[in-house]
C-alpha cells in the first residue's frame, strides 16, 4: 500500500507537486453530483506567489484574481494527468476540480477539499474555515481525486491556531472570531469584492495573505 503512495508522489513531482496528502473519505463528507462509491481522497496543492499575495492591501487585485485562476487551472490538469494513471492501472478515480461551485445559494462545490485535505493530514481547519499547512499556512489551493485505490490514510495533525489572531485582525468584513468565521459576513463581502471592475467572481485573498505559516 504505501508503494502506492510512493509511485504517486513520484508522478507528482513530475507537475512539480510536493504537497501531496492521502485519505480516507468520512461518511459525513458526500460529494454531490457523484453516485461513485469511491473511499479514499489524494489530495494536493500548489502553493501561491507571496509576490502576488503582496499586492492585495484591503481588497483583492487583478494580478491576484489572474494568479488565482491559473494555479486553479494547474490543479485541474495536474489531477486530469494522475486520474488518467489510476485508470490506467485499472482502478476509478474521479478529480474534483479545484474550484467550481455546484451549489450556489451555499456556495459549495462538489466537495469540500480543505476537510479532505484535513482527513489527507495536510493541515488542520483554521479560525478563517481554511486549510492551514504546517508551513504555508493558507496560502496553498487544492484539488482532490476520489479513486477506488487501496493505500493507508496518512496521520491527521491535531494542531490549532493557538493564540494566532492574523486572520481575525485582518478580516475587512469582521467575519472571523475566535469562534470560527461567519460564512453569511464572508458571502456579503465576497460580493462586495465582486463589484470592483475587473473582478467579477467571488475572491479576497486577505486572510489567506496574513496566514503564512512557517515560510
Known amino acids: 500500500?504505501?508503494?502506492?503512495?510512493?509511485?504517486?508522489?513520484k508522478f507528482l513531482l513530475n507537475y512539480?507537486?510536493?504537497?501531496?496528502?492521502?485519505?480516507?473519505?468520512?461518511?459525513?463528507i458526500k460529494p454531490l453530483e457523484i453516485g461513485e462509491n469511491l473511499p479514499r481522497a489524494i489530495v494536493f496543492g500548489y502553493p501561491l506567489s507571496k509576490s502576488v499575495l503582496d499586492t492585495i492591501k484591503d481588497r483583492p487585485t487583478l494580478i491576484y484574481k489572474h494568479h488565482y485562476k491559473t494555479v486553479n487551472w494547474i490543479l485541474d490538469q495536474t489531477a486530469y494527468h494522475l486520474v488518467r494513471l489510476i485508470e490506467?492501472?485499472?482502478?476509478?478515480?474521479?478529480?474534483?476540480?479545484?474550484?467550481?461551485?455546484?451549489d450556489w445559494e451555499t456556495q459549495k462545490g462538489h466537495i469540500s477539499h480543505k476537510?479532505?485535505?484535513?482527513?489527507?493530514?495536510?493541515?488542520?481547519i483554521g479560525r478563517s474555515g481554511l486549510l492551514i499547512h504546517p508551513i504555508f499556512g493558507a496560502q496553498?489551493?487544492?484539488?482532490?481525486?476520489?479513486?477506488?485505490?487501496?493505500?493507508?490514510?496518512?496521520?491527521?495533525?491535531?494542531?490549532?491556531?493557538?493564540?494566532?489572531?492574523?486572520?481575525?485582525?485582518?478580516?475587512?468584513?469582521?467575519?472571523?472570531?475566535?469562534?470560527?468565521v461567519d460564512l453569511s459576513c464572508c458571502?456579503?463581502?465576497?460580493?462586495?469584492?465582486?463589484?470592483?471592475?475587473?473582478?467579477?467572481?467571488y475572491i479576497c485573498g486577505i486572510c489567506v495573505k496574513v496566514c503564512n505559516g512557517r515560510n
Open 1 to 9: 500500500m504505501n508503494r502506492v503512495k510512493e509511485n504517486i508522489k
Open 16 to 28: 512539480n507537486v510536493k504537497i501531496v496528502g492521502f485519505g480516507k473519505i468520512p461518511e459525513d
Open 88 to 102: 490506467e492501472k485499472g482502478k476509478r478515480a474521479i478529480a474534483i476540480p479545484a474550484s467550481q461551485t455546484v
Open 115 to 124: 476537510k479532505l485535505a484535513k482527513e489527507a493530514g495536510l493541515g488542520f
Open 140 to 180: 496553498v489551493r487544492y484539488v482532490s481525486i476520489l479513486t477506488d485505490l487501496n493505500f493507508e490514510p496518512d496521520q491527521i495533525s491535531n494542531a490549532d491556531c493557538g493564540a494566532c489572531r492574523k486572520c481575525i485582525e485582518a478580516c475587512p468584513a469582521n467575519a472571523i472570531t475566535a469562534d470560527g
Open 187 to 201: 458571502l456579503s463581502q465576497l460580493k462586495e469584492f465582486s463589484k470592483i471592475r475587473g473582478i467579477g467572481q
